[in-house]
């Protein structure tokens, strides 16, 4: 490519690739999407990042490796069946503060209509590609606050309920029991507390908001619980539920830290630190009260 200095071709050659890798993505996604609207939003980004890769490509030859493209294209497409189309969408765009970025140091190597490209697509990246993906409006999404605020309560409570009962008894059906009866009476309180909240929230459904609230507790509390009943080691199924607990907080501060464009490292931190503090505060105090109390005689090893 004739007269096309050096660093303008350094400069496109690192954008150019995630520019086709996120066309092949979205197209992939609208050809899996079954909502018309969305589907239709879906392929205007793609045709977005389409033409900001054939726009990038006058400026250096590239040869995109097709398989590593759809390999990432595919597993976009299985977050999108496990976490929804929206998720998918925030979380490719998580990047474009750093193009936005490299757009503009590119803009001194540009001049008249190219200049003018260039600067559209930094718009398109700033304000039309946000306004498409918060139209996607999925129920996932008006409902996430629900979602996390039953599995982050039921992890943390739970858990803390768990390491209680070490104090208590060696009996791990008996704490896996105490650890089911105490889940399903908070599932049903923080059901009840997620309706009466919603109600006064416009455009969603206390009803859905109470039984996302509760399934996500209870989903969760079951999981935890699990351990318990497949050893009778209660240690063993303490460490178990702890870890279940740490995977859980792994997978829900990941997707509400991308819907809410939040750091997933500090609110995973976070939420790990509030799981493990309690259950070593819960820990001491169900020691001190079997102790004091001799329950751990009374409910046998």
Do not use: C
């Not at 993505?25 to 392929?43: F, P, Q, V």
């Not at 726009?55 to 929804?84: C, D, N, Q, T």
Request: overall charge neutral.
């Amino acid at each position: 490519m004739e007269g096309i200095s050096s660093s303008l071709a350094d400069a496109a050659r690192k954008a150019v690739l995630d520019e086709y890798r996120e066309y092949v993505t979205y197209g992939i996604l609208a050809k899996l999407e079954r909502n018309e609207k969305r589907r239709r939003i879906l392929e205007t980004l793609s045709s977005q990042e389409l033409g900001h890769f054939q726009f990038l490509s006058r400026f250096v030859e590239v040869k995109p490796s097709l398989w590593r493209v759809r390999l990432h294209a595919y597993l976009m497409a299985l977050l999108r069946l496990i976490f929804g189309v929206t998720f998918v969408a925030k979380f490719s765009e998580r990047g474009e503060q750093k193009a936005i970025i490299h757009y503009r140091s590119m803009e001194g190597l540009l001049h008249g209509d190219d200049l003018a490209a260039l600067q559209n697509i930094i718009r398109e990246e700033e304000e039309h590609e946000k306004a498409l993906i918060s139209q996607l409006d999925e129920t996932i999404v008006r409902y996430m606050g629900a979602l996390v605020l039953g599995l982050a309560d039921a992890i943390i409570e739970i858990t803390g309920t768990h390491a209680g009962t070490l104090g208590t008894t060696n009996n791990t059906i008996v704490a896996g029991v105490i650890g089911l009866i105490v889940g399903v009476g908070a599932a049903i309180s923080m059901a009840s507390a997620s309706y009466l909240q919603t109600k006064h929230d416009m455009g969603k459904s206390p009803a859905i908001a109470a039984l996302v609230t509760g399934i996500g507790y209870i989903f969760a509390v079951s999981l935890i619980s699990l351990p318990y009943f497949l050893t009778h080691n209660i240690y063993l199924a303490f460490g178990a539920s702890i870890s279940v607990g740490a995977l859980l907080t792994l997978l829900f501060t990941f997707q509400a830290s991308v819907y809410a464009e939040k750091d997933f490292r500090f609110e995973f931190l976070q939420t790990l630190g509030l799981l493990l503090g309690t259950a070593f505060l819960t820990y001491f105090i169900g020691e001190w009260l079997g102790y004091l109390f001799g329950i751990r005689g009374l409910i046998g090893a």
